[in-house]
Each structure stands twice: as C-alpha cells, then as structure tokens.
Nanobody, 127 residues
C-alpha cells in the first residue's frame, strides 16, 4: 500500500495562488494514478484533477479548468496541484489519492476508483 501526506494549504485572498504537495511513501508510487479531491463543510466530496502514471494525461473538473494544474515528479514520489486565480468557492479540505493501475486513468468524477487517501490540507480563500 501507499501512504500519502499533503502539505501546502493555507489562507489566501481571492485571486491568489497556492501550490499543494502530496508526498507518497510505501509501495511503488509509479504504479499508481493520482488525483486531488476536495470537500467543503456541508458539501459532498468533489473531484478536482487526476493524472496518469507517467503524467502525460490529466483530467480536470470544469470548475477548475484553466486555473489549476496537476503534475507529478516520480523521481521525488510527489504529486502537486498548482492553484491560480483562487476563488472563495475553492475553500475546502484538499485530499490527494492514489489508484492502482487499471489500464486507464480514473476521472475526477469517480473517487470510488481511488484506493488510498491522505489526511488532507486546508485551503481557505477570502474575498
């Protein structure tokens, strides 16, 4: 299995930027597709972005397209989420997740395909 630890959250004003990181340890990181998800208080968990094992394929929720970028550094066993032009509605706990290789990349709309989850990092965007 793989252990995931998120970092990089914080408080920022609308229009600002943050970069989240997710450090993976344990099993072979390069065997997993990765994703970022978020959950705001009182709301359901929402998929943000997912990425293939090699990093060549990425998928985004419509709400973050053009503003967020998912990437991974397999040499460092680390997943990233660059968040630009942040909005108050981006306020949430952000989680990274890993999915065992299945021959295709799970989409952000399918969190059930992800097997391992981190503890989350809080992002707060003020207007």
């Amino acid at each position: 299995q793989v252990q995931l630890v998120e970092s990089g959250g914080g408080s920022v004003q609308a229009g600002g930027s943050l970069r989240l990181s997710c450090a993976a340890s344990g099993s072979t990181y390069m065997s997993y597709c990765m994703g970022w998800f978020r959950q705001a208080p009182g709301k359901e968990r929402e998929g943000v972005a997912t990425i293939s094992i090699g990093g060549g394929s990425t998928y985004y929720a419509d709400s973050v397209k053009g503003r967020f970028t998912i990437s991974r550094d397999n040499a460092k066993n680390t997943l990233y989420l660059q968040m630009n032009s942040l909005k108050p509605e981006d306020t949430a706990m952000y989680y990274c997740a890993a999915a065992r290789a299945m021959g295709w990349v799970p989409r952000p709309s399918a969190p059930g395909n992800f097997d391992y989850w981190g503890q989350g990092t809080q992002v707060t965007v003020s207007s």
